[in-house]
């Protein structure tokens, strides 16, 4: 199967890319600034693409005629999108858009990454079902990016997941392990919220769960994240427990001690339970995604 992948240079591209590629599918990875993948010892094919030009898009697309696109490319910091809202719509909005249209016109399948913070955080964790209502302009741009997706003509599925985490396979990039790990290593105190809820979610999973979608053609919303619902705190702690690092370093707050331009859900996180039974879903625990991320601790 020929499948076309946006944002292939960020974590969920990287592993997408790989996995896709060593399952003997056709892969053209595309990205922004040149390829800063790895050499998987499979063969994929890289091209540059600025998806927020709309003529590049529908050449790229028509040339590769994927079967499947799967849009991971996103502007995914929240305080980044809060204070240059018009670059967060040309790229979650005008840009999904752009590639909806250019799925259509190639018959492709057009599986949408989105977030847990469409949702208000007032009772998560959430189903599908459940009455998205962003607390935020990033919120704001990937919920009306998904309405274009469900609006369009061509086959298509949106993931939603939750605080994605997990070793880039090249460059560098910091999440909530590596964050508590590096900081305690150095012995330096930190601050910890533990009045946010979330199902993290390891990237791997979200990669796999990605391939079930597409052999399985599914269609509709699917809620691909971990099961445990744990505050960053507990993740923390978790991470502290795991290197065997100082816990008394780490200062449990809530979220009002932060400055921070946007607002963030408090409890979100999801129900899985759709993804395991229709697609066969099964994601690690939150301690077992940290073995995987250091197998040799």
Not at 53 to 78: F, L, N, S, W, Y
Not at 247 to 257: F, G, N, P, Q, T
Not at 279 to 291: Q, T
Request: with cysteine.
């Amino acid at each position: 199967m020929k499948i076309l992948i946006t944002g292939a240079n960020g974590l969920l591209g990287q592993y997408a890319v790989k996995l896709f590629a060593g399952a003997g599918h056709e892969v053209m990875a595309t990205g922004r600034r040149g390829c800063r993948l790895p050499d998987f010892g499979k063969p994929y094919q890289y091209t540059d693409l600025d998806i927020t030009d709309e003529k590049g898009v529908a050449a790229c697309v028509t040339a590769v005629r994927p079967e499947v696109i799967v849009h991971a490319a996103a502007m995914a910091q929240p305080d980044a999108c809060e204070l240059n809202r018009e670059d967060c719509y040309d790229i979650n909005t005008s840009a999904t858009g752009y590639i909806t249209d250019a799925a259509v016109a190639v018959n492709a399948k057009m599986i949408y990454i989105s977030t847990d913070f469409i949702f208000s955080g007032d009772n998560g964790p959430y189903r599908e079902t459940d009455q998205p209502a962003p607390v935020n302009y990033y919120g704001e741009t990937k919920l009306a990016a998904e309405q274009i997706v469900r609006q369009s003509k061509t086959n298509w599925a949106i993931v939603r997941t939750v605080l994605v985490y997990g070793n880039i396979l090249s460059g560098t990039r910091s999440n909530i392990v590596t964050w508590v790990k590096e900081n305690l290593e150095k012995e330096n105190p930190i601050k910890v919220v533990s009045d946010q809820v979330r199902t993290p979610t390891y990237v791997e999973d979200l990669a796999r769960g990605l391939q079930l979608v597409i052999e399985k053609n599914a269609r509709g919303i699917y809620h691909l994240s971990g099961k445990e619902v744990l505050t960053p705190y507990e993740m923390a702690v978790q991470v502290a427990d795991f290197f065997g690092l100082d816990k008394k370093l780490m200062e449990k707050v809530d979220a009002s001690v932060f400055t921070q331009p946007a607002r963030r859900p408090l409890k979100t996180g999801f129900i899985i339970d759709k993804a395991e039974k229709e697609l066969g879903y099964s994601p690690l625990s939150f301690m077992e995604g940290i073995r995987k991320m250091f197998p040799c601790q």
